[in-house]
């Protein structure tokens, strides 16, 4: 069973860029698509956009132009980078992959936008 | 953009009660579409992919129907554990979206 876990700054200031790591444990990173996916306090899940190995990735449009996924095989990881983050931005990030569906997901981490 | 609309938001239940819960697409999605159970302070876990096949592991009291647009999830015999907030996802278009959850209470 993969294994996946969140790692980055838990605090970023406004209008920096938020940047975390997902490590693939148990499994090749060579399979399934690598997904971030994140959830303010409180409310629904919102999809932030995937990568495959080969590094085709597809966005949330409505975050398209603060994004940017990455994939490190050889490190086994897959990175998120939000760039001109506000307090909209503070949220647990979650990553995930799947075949159909997520059905490996990281514990979650919390990054809170502030001052 | 797909997106997906689930009812009820809240919906207060009974141990042993039969749940249905209800998501709509806003254009066909095929059946791409998978169902999560989350807990709090816990991360998703998925119960349905396909729109109807059981993620291994989940008990069988889960099932989840339809395509195109409209799909259930329903939990034949509610158990303590069951209560939880669920949410649908669908995985067609070139971005995927989530429902806004329905949050299952006890009544």
């Known amino acids: 069973q993969v294994q996946l876990q969140e790692s980055g700054p838990g605090l970023v200031k406004p209008s920096e860029t938020l940047s975390l790591t997902c490590t693939v444990s148990?499994?090749?990173?060579?399979?399934?698509?690598w997904s971030w996916i994140r959830q303010p306090a409180g409310k629904g899940l919102e999809w932030i956009g995937r990568?495959?190995?080969?590094?085709?990735?597809n966005y949330n449009p409505s975050l398209k132009s603060r994004v940017t996924m990455s994939v490190d095989t050889s490190k086994n990881q897959f990175s998120l980078k939000l760039s001109s983050v506000t307090a909209a931005d503070t949220a647990v990030y979650y990553c995930a992959s799947g075949y159909s569906g997520y059905g490996n997901w990281g514990q979650g981490t919390l990054v809170t936008v502030s001052s | 953009d797909i997106q997906m609309t689930q009812s009820p938001s809240t919906l207060s239940a009974s141990v042993g009660d039969r749940v249905t819960i209800t998501c709509r697409a806003s254009?066909?999605?095929?059946?791409?579409l998978a169902w999560y159970q989350q807990k709090p302070g816990k991360a998703p876990k998925l119960l349905i992919y396909k729109a109807s096949s059981l993620e291994s592991g989940v008990p069988s009291r889960f099932s989840g129907s339809g395509s195109g647009t409209e799909f259930t999830l329903t939990i034949s015999s509610l158990q303590p554990d069951d209560f939880a907030t669920y949410y649908c996802q669908q995985y067609n278009s070139y971005w995927w979206t989530f429902g806004q959850g329905t949050k299952v209470e006890i009544k």
């Open positions: 148990g499994g090749s990173i060579s399979s399934y698509y």
């Open positions: 254009q066909s999605i095929s059946s791409w």
């Open positions: 990568i495959y190995t080969s590094g085709s990735t």
